[in-house]
């Protein structure tokens, strides 16, 4: 079988190489993929951008291509399933109806209100002068979200009423944001930990991967600018049996029942971003309509199962046949590095040196932000590589991750000590 994965990020290799250990995988093909997918044997890359529907259907019509599996939301917003299952094409991933529950926090939060999902309180604004005056009404701290893609940026945790109002206004003016700051939702802070819950998804069926935690500031202590994320490890000791059960029955199966009722079945990956407080109290932060990154890098390094095979399933709808999914029951910690200045403005273009060879059993650098360019490795985004390692426990993944990271140099490369400090806490 031939495979297409939509995306260049850490996430997307993370996807391909799993899928290219398939025995059903013939070739994997990564659009537009980056200089670790271009290196990866059995994947190939494709110079075809993510949002360049029409030529990504014509690759996958005349490559015979068998399965498209979409990597970042992006395209899901923009309608890709839509368009490849229009020209009788096989694509795993929401439609674009679906992907709204990630597309608009205006649509999602007022979709887990009617379903009954557990969320933080909320109210919508469009205007600035009627946010303001809700804002001056809140309790600290308070948090301003965009309420369009903001590529994990647009999410501001206020400590003071008039720093929630500038975030506001930046968001409503389109300066912060652009379109996706038309609407903007204004939610109470929640305590608690926060944990990333994923399922596969066919419409009726959700199977759960393995539970994760991301770091999402950048700065170690948890602070400093949010990010797309700094690194994550599996699995999140957070979500204890008990609290892996609750999730499935009070958010994911009332959501996919919801998406039913509306008429749009929900097929994909589903990403409950969640805080979980001390008390065992469980609200729903938001949905993203894919897998998260950097989640997916230790994810994938603990799934034992064969990815391509549920995948096929799932949009067949035929997941209630699968088995439960099979795991290394070791622990995966991966570490982000991230150019200098990164989320602000960052070089690009930087030579990146001392990247391990692929040869340790259970470690692998995943690429996110580079490309291959006269021969060299060099940066292309902010957040560059995710090194990732397995081990028998949450310290000596962390400690072999490291290890890698410690080889890696290039111009002001940045990473986070502490990836990891949750579960090593407890």
């Not at 749009?264 to 979980?276: E, K, N, S, V, W």
């Amino acid at each position: 079988m031939n495979v297409l994965v939509i995306g260049n990020g850490g996430r997307e290799h993370a996807l391909a190489w799993k899928l290219a250990q398939s025995p059903r995988a013939d070739k994997v093909f990564v659009a537009p993929g980056n200089a670790g997918t271009e290196l990866e044997p059995n994947l190939y890359n494709i110079n075809i951008a993510v949002n360049d529907l029409d030529s990504l259907v014509e690759f996958a019509k005349s490559n015979a291509i068998e399965l498209t599996v979409v990597g970042p939301e992006a395209p899901l917003v923009q309608g890709v399933v839509d368009c490849f299952q229009e020209n009788g094409l096989r694509c795993f991933g929401p439609s674009q109806a679906c992907a709204q529950l990630e597309g608009s926090k205006a649509f999602s939060k007022d979709f887990f209100a009617r379903y009954h999902i557990p969320t933080a309180d909320y109210r919508v604004f469009s205007e600035i002068d009627t946010a303001s005056n809700y804002i001056r009404q809140q309790a600290l701290p308070v948090v301003v979200k965009a309420s369009g893609l903001a590529a994990g940026k647009g999410v501001v945790i206020a400590e003071t009423h008039q720093q929630a109002i500038d975030a506001a206004a930046g968001m409503l003016s389109g300066k912060a944001f652009g379109e996706a700051g038309q609407k903007i939702v204004v939610e109470e802070f929640l305590q608690g930990e926060e944990a990333s819950f994923f399922v596969i998804a066919d419409g009726d069926t959700a199977i759960p991967l393995a539970t994760s935690q991301d770091h999402k500031t950048r700065d170690e202590g948890d602070v400093g600018p949010n990010t797309g994320g700094m690194g994550a490890y599996s699995p999140a000791p957070v979500i204890s049996p008990q609290i892996h059960a609750r999730i499935l029955a009070e958010v994911i199966e009332p959501t996919l029942a919801g998406m039913r009722e509306q008429g749009t079945p929900y097929t994909g990956f589903l990403y409950a971003g969640l805080m979980i407080a001390e008390d065992g109290t469980l609200k729903l932060l938001e949905y993203n309509c894919r897998m998260g990154d950097p989640e997916t890098q230790p994810i994938m390094m603990r799934l034992q199962s064969d990815l391509l095979e549920i995948l096929d399933a799932a949009v067949d709808q035929r997941l209630h046949q699968q088995a439960e999914l099979s795991w290394d029951q070791r622990t995966a910690l991966g570490v982000v590095m991230v150019a200098g200045g990164y989320p602000g403005s960052y070089d690009q273009g930087d030579e990146i040196t001392g990247l391990p060879e692929p040869s340790e059993d259970g470690c692998k650098v995943f690429h996110a932000g580079t490309q291959i360019q006269g021969g060299n490795i060099v940066t292309a985004g902010g957040r560059v590589l995710c090194a990732t390692a397995l081990g028998d426990n949450i310290s000596q993944s962390r400690d072999r991750a490291y290890r890698q990271v410690e080889t890696i140099q290039w111009n002001n490369a940045y990473c986070r000590r502490d990836i990891g400090h949750r579960a090593i806490n407890r």
